[in-house]
């Protein structure tokens, strides 16, 4: 089964700063992964997914940008934090198999708070 | 764009009782799945429904899939406090192998012993 490590677990930072989330994944090759956000008590929405290694696509204009090095590595990052990137950051992996559709696996995430 | 939304967004109930939460999209889905979320907690896979009017169990869930293919619930029988958390649905629309689900905008579920 897939295993989604991300880390930190916390992370505060001030505005202006600049931002690394870093997530891997076990037991799969070759994944579909996505960074979602999820704001405080509200819903998660979609800011990346990416196919392959080197290809990124971005689903809402933001301060943000993910990149793919690696076929099992996925990071998230920023040059400069707003108040407003301020929530919780999950990594997710989408699992399948002998044709059977699973979901998402999502990694613990990252409650990030900017100020 | 394409929109998820679902109601109530809070429920509190008294444990025993049963609980329902809706989901409703702005179109018509390919499939949608179901997710918890416990507090502090990341969300977990709970189910997929594809098939128009599809009804699957889960011990004391039910999942239904709208005969549109456009609405969803989860119906919780006799709710214990194990059954605190979020719930959202996610829908996607085309297979496109891009797996781009939209979520919901979850159901908050608060038993009380």
């Known amino acids: 089964s897939q295993t989604i490590h991300q880390w930190p677990a916390t992370l505060v930072q001030p505005v202006g700063s600049p931002l690394s989330l870093e997530c891997t994944v076990e037991?799969?090759?070759?994944?579909?992964l996505y960074w979602y956000r999820q704001a405080a008590g509200r819903g998660l929405q979609l800011l990346f997914y990416?196919?392959?290694?080197?290809?990124i696509s971005s689903e809402v204009p933001q301060n943000l940008s993910a990149s793919r090095p690696q076929d099992r590595q996925f990071i998230l990052s920023s040059k400069k934090l707003l108040l407003s990137d301020s929530g919780f950051y999950l990594c997710?992996?989408?699992?399948?198999?002998?044709?059977?559709?699973?979901?998402?696996?999502f990694g613990s995430g990252t409650r990030l708070t900017v100020v | 764009g394409q929109q998820v939304m679902q109601i109530p967004q809070y429920q509190h109930v008294q444990e025993g009782e049963d609980f329902t939460t809706y989901c409703n999209s702005s179109?018509?889905?390919?499939?949608i799945q179901w997710y918890k979320q416990r507090p502090g907690g990341h969300p977990v896979f709970l189910i997929q429904?594809?098939?128009?009017?599809e009804v699957k169990k889960q011990k004391r869930l039910t999942f239904q899939f709208g005969e549109a293919k456009k609405n969803s619930s989860l119906h919780i029988t006799a709710t214990q406090t194990t059954d605190v958390g979020t719930y959202f649905c996610?829908?996607?629309?085309?297979?496109?192998?891009?797996?781009?689900?939209?979520f919901g905008t979850g159901t908050r579920l608060k038993v009380l012993a």
């Open positions: 997710a992996c989408f699992r399948q198999g002998g044709g059977t559709n699973y979901g998402y696996t």
């Open positions: 037991g799969t090759s070759n994944p579909n």
């Open positions: 990416s196919v392959g290694i080197g290809q």
């Open positions: 179109t018509t889905l390919s499939n």
């Open positions: 429904l594809v098939k128009s009017g």
């Open positions: 996610a829908g996607v629309r085309g297979v496109s192998g891009t797996y781009k689900y939209i």
